[in-house]
T-cell receptor
Framework: DAGVIQSPRHEVTEMGQEVTLRCKPI?????LFWYRQTMMRGLELLIY????????DSGMPEDRFSAKMPNASFSTLKIQPSEPRDSAVYFC????????????FGAGSRLTVL | GQNIDQPTEMTATEGAIVQINCTYQ??????LFWYQQHAGEAPTFLSY??LDGLEEKGRFSSFLSRSKGYSYLLLKELQMKDSASYLC??????????WGAGTKLIIKP
């Protein structure tokens, strides 16, 4: 298995632009998570899906952030408009079921908003 | 509130042993995870404890005391490649993972 695949790996954009991050989870995994990691705040859960349905989006910072999972093999995290404080590494992770199952993380998307 | 505490940074010598502590206060408990994260890379799973005691896996061991809200990760025979951040995460009663800020481990020759 290729693991969790994220794109782009690096994105540099200007304030106000729309950013779309993409994720392909491991085939057969029912849960998909979007995390953000910064030096100041560490790993923060933004949103997670179960069987393509958003379950908890309480971690989404504000309305500028949105996430979708149109099918079991694809999810997007969109920021519109982007701001410099959104600069971070965004990780996607998937797991087979809830409970004590190990998260497998993608390589991350490093976003820099100028 | 929910809280996970770990030291920010530790330094150890190649070939030695190091213990990274994690204390937690969470709403319920459904297990504790340790992840390793090399600089610029994704976190990768190291260990999982749900019962009290020591779990050994090669050079790495993880200990849990639920009554004390305490865990540690023990790394033996340190190698330069062990230089990384080590993240402690607790699964609460809602099966949500609460993450610590991570401990940056620096290995010196």
């Amino acid at each position: 298995d290729a693991g969790v695949i994220q794109s782009p790996r690096h994105e540099v954009t200007e304030m106000g632009q729309e950013v779309t991050l993409r994720c392909k989870p491991i085939s057969g995994h029912d849960y998909l998570f979007w995390y953000r990691q910064t030096m100041m705040r560490g790993l923060e859960l933004l949103i997670y899906f179960n069987n393509n349905v958003p379950i908890d989006d309480s971690g989404m910072p504000e309305d500028r952030f949105s996430a979708k999972m149109p099918n079991a093999s694809f999810s997007t995290l969109k920021i519109q408009p982007s701001e410099p404080r959104d600069s971070a590494v965004y990780f996607c992770a998937s797991t087979l079921t809830s409970g004590a199952n190990v998260l497998t993380f993608g390589a991350g998307s490093r976003l820099t908003v100028l | 509130g929910q809280n996970i505490d770990q030291p920010t940074e530790m330094t150890a010598t190649e070939g030695a042993i190091v213990q990274i502590n994690c204390t937690y206060q969470t709403s319920g408990f459904n297990g504790l995870f340790w992840y390793q994260q090399h600089a610029g890379e994704a976190p990768t799973f190291l260990s999982y404890n749900v019962l009290d005691g020591l779990e050994e896996k090669g050079r790495f061991s993880s200990f849990l005391s639920r009554s004390k809200g305490y865990s540690y990760l023990l790394l033996k025979e340190l190698q330069m490649k062990d230089s990384a951040s080590y993240l402690c995460a607790v699964m609460d009663s809602n099966y949500q993972l609460i993450w610590g800020a991570g401990t940056k481990l620096i290995i010196k020759p």
